[in-house]
């Protein structure tokens, strides 16, 4: 068996070596996930934190695409922002859930990290961002706030 095995490697090594990097891969995500101070959650659990928990909704969006249309109640700060730990009225809410929306939810793990490292107890992400938010056509404010 070990030999079929070593010869299959000889015979396709690029192969071989495209499996072994995206086993690492997996392997590096899984444990970035597991030690994250950060959670992905879902519009429904993000909705659940807002309305039982009284959760603090982060908008990472521009200041134009905030006052066209924002989760009612969010706080818009720019990435930029938090990495520089300028959070203004964020900082007396350590101890409440925070959730960290961005456009699509690509953009908002940095952020989130950040405020775990700041203090911040509950830091969480909403998947798929504002996209996923209109996507179910769940309510949006317009405004500064």
């Known amino acids: 068996m070990l030999q079929e ?3 299959f490697i000889s015979r396709n090594t690029i192969l071989s070596l495209a499996w072994i990097a995206l086993l690492v891969a997996v392997i590096v995500m ?5 030690f994250s101070k950060s959670k992905v959650i ?3 659990q993000a909705i659940h934190f807002i309305n039982k928990e009284d959760a603090i909704v982060v908008d990472l969006r ?3 695409d905030f006052r066209r249309g924002h989760i009612t109640g969010s706080v818009n700060l720019t990435p930029s922002e938090i990495k520089d730990n300028n959070l203004g009225e964020l900082e007396k809410h350590k101890k409440q859930p925070v959730i960290i929306v961005s456009a699509s939810g690509m953009e908002a793990r940095t952020p989130a990290e ?3 490292r700041f203090g ?3 830091v969480y992400s909403l998947k798929e961002g504002i996209a996923g938010w209109v996507g179910e ?3 949006l ?3 500064k706030k």
């Open 5 to 7: 095995i070593m010869q």
């Open 42 to 44: 879902t519009r429904a």
């Open 141 to 143: 404010a317009q405004g």
């Open 114 to 116: 950040n405020l775990g």
């Open 120 to 122: 911040f107890e509950q």
């Open 62 to 64: 521009s200041r134009d």
């Open 30 to 34: 899984t444990a970035k996930s597991l």
């Open 137 to 139: 056509n769940l309510p």
